[in-house]
Antibody, heavy 117, light 106 residues
């Protein structure tokens, strides 16, 4: 049973970089069979796909965020990470990591990140 | 980028009612469509993938249909525990957009 857990600062100052890590437990990470994704949800709003990464390192990003987003992977630690640069209050959201398997079939619990000075 | 449009944005129905939610893609996406359920304060849950395949453990009152640009999620007999917001998502191409969500109330 795969489990995902987001971690990182819950508060980020405007113009700084938001950095989150997702730790994956279970053997699906090392199998190389899956893509791994980040999604966010603004308070009281819908889901927004951010991007995903394959075990090999290939990435795809939502076009509106592409200039500010980097998703990376550390296979030795069973982790993948999200960096979002030049954040503003509009980036305040719950950030989820998830496994891609014909849709997003396993999700972390989510982490609220607030952008505020 | 392909846009996903859901309708209605919200609905209210009675227990036992048949409920239908539609999702339209701005371009054809074959059957690369998933449906999610998000209960208040909870993590989204995958209900259906490949437009019509029920995820393991999901009650059979949920069903999905469609291909190309028009898709439907149906709850055959609405139950109190189905109160949630439902999202469609395409998973083909470079951008995996979600629909804006449909809030289902009783």
């Amino acid at each position: 049973q795969v489990q995902l857990q987001e971690s990182g600062p819950g508060l980020v100052k405007p113009s700084q970089t938001l950095s989150l890590t997702c730790t994956v437990s279970g053997d699906s990470f090392s199998s190389g069979a899956y893509y791994w994704s980040w999604i966010r949800q603004h308070p009281g709003k819908g889901l927004e796909w951010i991007g995903f990464i394959h075990y090999s390192g290939s990435t795809y990003y939502e076009s509106s965020l592409k200039s500010r987003v980097t998703i990376s992977i550390d296979t030795s630690k069973n982790q993948f990470s999200l960096k979002l640069t030049s954040v503003t209050a509009a980036d305040t959201a719950v950030y989820y990591c998830a496994r891609v398997n014909s849709g997003l079939d396993a999700w972390g619990q989510g982490i609220l990140v607030t952008v505020s000075s | 980028d392909i846009q996903m449009t859901q309708s209605p944005s919200s609905l209210s129905a009675s227990v036992g009612d048949r409920v239908t939610i539609t999702c339209r893609a701005s371009q054809g996406i074959r059957n690369y469509l998933a449906w999610y359920q998000q209960k208040p304060g909870k993590v989204p849950k995958l209900l259906i993938y490949a437009a019509s395949t029920l995820q393991s453990g999901v009650p059979s009152r949920f069903s999905g249909s469609g291909s190309g640009t028009d898709f439907t999620l149906t709850i055959s007999s609405l139950q109190p525990e189905d109160v949630a917001t439902y999202y469609c998502q395409k998973y083909i191409g470079a951008s995996w957009a979600f629909g804006q969500g449909t809030k289902v109330e009783i």
